[in-house]
Every structure is written in structure tokens, then in C-alpha cells.
């Protein structure tokens, strides 16, 4: 069965330097891999998404993420980051029939 | 603008008592999914559904129950037999076939309390 991990539950930044948010999955095959953002009491927001092609993918509100095969990851950065950008992020894989695996999240914190 | 209904946002529910979760949505997708969201834990799914009058369990889905009898609706029943049901909960669609994949679009949560 598919799973995630994200080995970092919360990471704190200051505003304007950079990020990088850690995901790895097991998976046999080609995996179909997301990152979305959650703002506290609401739903989930998809920032970005790897279905094949170009490794690296351009995502919404200045993010990126690189699919690394040999090290089944699917990390997300950004260059510079944001208060606005706090809140709780979430890789999921999609293995099979449509259904996605979730990461247990790791909650970002932004420094002024 | 297309999106997802949840409703309420929160509810509370009494020992021993059934409860029902309201998802719609107008986005004409064939697939929607129910998670259960705890602190810590991530997401986990309950329920999911890909055609009308058609679902499957998802791995957590003892003392939960669904039904899928119109492609814009997926109502979700805690049952009484959910010994620990506090948690927030999240539906999603996503206009899933065989030979198209698809990101979610989540509604924004139903958050259940039991008193």
C-alpha cells in the first residue's frame, strides 16, 4: 500500500527567507503527487501537482516542488516566504482508483 | 462559481445518538470522498464514491455510513457505533475516471463535537 511521509511536524521561518517543506512516499509505480495548503478551520487548498513530464513543477502563490525518483520525494520550496503563507501543508500520493494518501501535515510558522 | 457545500460547520451530537454531515457540489465531478481529519493524524478516509449509487469503504469506515442516490450529493451518517467521533471532517470531489487523474476540491469542514 502507498504511504506518505513528511518527517518535519512543524517548521518555523523568518519572512523573506526561504523554505523547504519534506515529503517521501512509497509507491511501486508512477505516482500521481500533490502538495495542498490548510488555513486553520477550513478545507484544503491544492498548491500544486506532479503527473509526469517535467520534474519540476510550478505551483500557486510562488511555490515549487521537484519530483525526485531516485529519492521518492516530492519536496516543496519557496524562495522567499510570506506571513501570509502560515499554515498547515499536506503531500498525498494517488496511487490507485482515484484515492489519496495524505501526509500527516507539517504546520509552517512565520517569524516578522 | 462551482464549488463544495459542507454543512453546518460545526455540530454537536449526543451519546448515542446518529448524525448526518451534508456534502454537495456543483462541479459536476463523478468522484467524492469523505476524510477525517484529527490533530496530528492527517487525513483518513472514510468513505468514497465514484458513480451514483455506488461507494466503497475506505480504511477507517466502521460507524460511518453514506449514500450516493444523486451525483451532487454525499451525505455522511455518524452512527452511534463511532465510539469516538470528535474530529473535523472534509469532503472532496474530484472528476476522477479511469484514464484521467485529478487533484480534489474540498469543501471547507464540518466540525462535530460530541457533548
Known amino acids: 500500500a502507498q504511504s506518505v511521509t513528511q518527517p518535519d511536524i512543524h517548521i518555523t521561518v523568518s519572512e523573506g527567507a526561504s523554505l523547504e517543506l519534506r515529503c517521501n512516499y512509497s509507491y511501486g509505480a508512477t505516482p500521481y503527487l500533490f502538495w495542498y495548503v490548510q488555513s486553520p478551520g477550513q478545507g484544503l487548498q491544492l498548491l500544486l501537482k506532479?503527473?509526469?513530464?517535467?520534474?519540476l513543477v510550478q505551483g500557486i502563490k510562488g511555490f515549487e516542488a521537484e519530483f525526485k525518483r531516485s529519492q521518492s520525494s516530492f519536496n516543496l520550496r519557496k524562495p522567499s516566504v510570506h506571513w501570509s503563507d502560515a499554515a498547515e501543508y499536506f503531500c498525498a500520493v494517488e496511487a490507485n482508483a482515484g484515492k489519496s494518501t495524505f501526509g500527516d501535515g507539517t504546520t509552517l510558522t512565520v517569524k516578522p | 462559481d462551482g464549488g463544495i457545500t459542507q454543512s453546518p460547520k460545526y455540530l454537536f451530537r449526543k451519546e448515542g445518538q446518529n448524525v448526518t454531515l451534508s456534502c454537495e457540489q456543483n462541479l459536476n465531478h463523478d468522484a467524492m470522498y469523505w476524510y477525517r481529519q484529527d490533530p496530528g493524524q492527517g487525513l483518513r478516509l472514510i468513505y468514497y464514491?465514484?458513480?451514483?449509487?455506488?461507494?466503497q469503504k475506505g480504511d477507517i469506515a466502521e460507524g460511518y455510513s453514506v449514500s450516493r442516490e444523486k451525483k451532487e450529493s454525499f451525505p455522511l451518517t455518524v452512527t452511534s457505533a463511532q465510539k469516538n467521533p470528535t474530529a473535523f471532517y472534509l469532503c472532496?470531489?474530484?472528476?476522477?475516471?479511469?484514464?484521467?487523474?485529478?487533484?480534489?476540491?474540498f469543501g471547507s469542514g464540518t466540525r462535530l463535537t460530541v457533548v
Open positions: 506532479y503527473f509526469s513530464g517535467d520534474t
Open positions: 472532496a470531489s474530484s472528476p476522477y475516471t479511469l484514464d484521467v487523474r485529478s487533484s480534489y476540491t
Open positions: 464514491s465514484q458513480i451514483v449509487n455506488d461507494f
